[in-house]
């Protein structure tokens, strides 16, 4: 089969796409063969060599696909041959064939296409995590998302409109804005032309937002701090603006604010297949019924890989970059 693979660490040119042996299904795993996969932010890291798959994975970039299951590992008991499924992955997903574990795997909804489908695992996965497991976000919260038109910041824009937040976002790039609209936001803030601590106290009235989606990190930090609410849930998901900040303790005690990090890719198989199992039952009726929807920026060709990570690398991508394969 054809996989992607990295030639050494460095920029989108080291991508290369090789012949490989088939993978083989052991135990309760399935091979899948991929329609489509899609582009994370971790690719471009683990790219230029600094988000080394976890101990057992797949050497393969792509954490996400969809396609058809093409042959079982002897102990499977939930899926068949022939069964259109998406799966979370730790690595191999692009490629034209991948293994995965049963429990990773869910259904594509009916109506749905295999590029849409593939642009689900990761982005919805993790929103969910950040939102509801993490944050248990409730209806009538006020929710901010930074980076809103990322991936996974247009499946949390979604999943928090749905569950009834009053959702703001955020977008360095004034063009973004539309299409935080289009999501359903409430406010769209441009933070390289306004203050969003300005923008959540006026409409907070002063009190701040419940739940904070950080992908920022430490660029934010101390603005985040200050628009955050008493009880508020400050849940990092991502660190494009740094590692390191300042945080006030103080605030943080006195006003009983929680701050939690999330990860998803290197969690265990048992947690890996629970945060599955309730997604699956608890939001993919919504995504069958068309209340979310994962929002595609480009579908390309396999062997445009390599643009694909350029143009996410320039951050102009709305939503998904999703590749496809057959
Ligand atoms: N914890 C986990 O397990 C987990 C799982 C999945 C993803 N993530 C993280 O979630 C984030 C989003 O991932 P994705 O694949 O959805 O990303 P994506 O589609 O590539 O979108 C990222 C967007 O973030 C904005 N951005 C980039 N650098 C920034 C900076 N320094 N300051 C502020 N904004 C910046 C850019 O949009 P603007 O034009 O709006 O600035 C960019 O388009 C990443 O940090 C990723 O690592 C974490």
Known sequence: MRAVFVAAPGGPEKLEIRNVPDPRPARQHVVIDVHATALNRADLLQRRGLYPPPEGASEILGLECAGVVSELGPEVETLKV???????????????????????????????????????????????????????????????????????????????????????????????LTLLRELGVHHAVCTSQEDFVELVRTVSRGRGVDVLVDFVGAAYAERNQRCLAAGGRWIVVGLLGGARATIDLGALLSRRQTLRGIV?????????????????????????????????????????????HERMEANLNLGKIVLKLR
Do not use: C
């Not at 990773?104 to 919805?124: C, R």
């Not at 199992?277 to 929002?295: C, H, K, S, T």
């Open 264 to 308: 998803m890719r290197t969690r265990s198989l048992p947690e890996k297949a629970a945060i599955v199992r309730a997604f699956r039952r608890d939001f993919l009726p919504w995504i069958a019924e068309g209340r979310l929807r994962p929002r595609i920026d480009v579908v390309l060709p396999f062997e445009s890989v390599r643009e694909g």
């Open 82 to 176: 022939g069964d259109r499924v998406m799966a979370l992955l730790a690595g191999g997903g692009y490629a034209e064939r991948v293994v995965v574990h049963e429990n990773l795997v869910m259904p594509v909804p009916d109506g749905l296409t295999f590029e849409e489908a593939a642009a689900i695992p990761e982005a919805f996965l993790t929103a969910h995590e950040a939102l509801v497991t993490a944050a248990e976000l409730a209806p009538g919260e006020r929710v901010l998302i930074h980076a809103g038109a990322s991936g996974v910041g247009s499946a949390a824009i979604q999943l928090s409109r749905e569950l009834g937040a009053f959702v703001i976002a955020t977008s360095r790039s004034a063009g973004k």
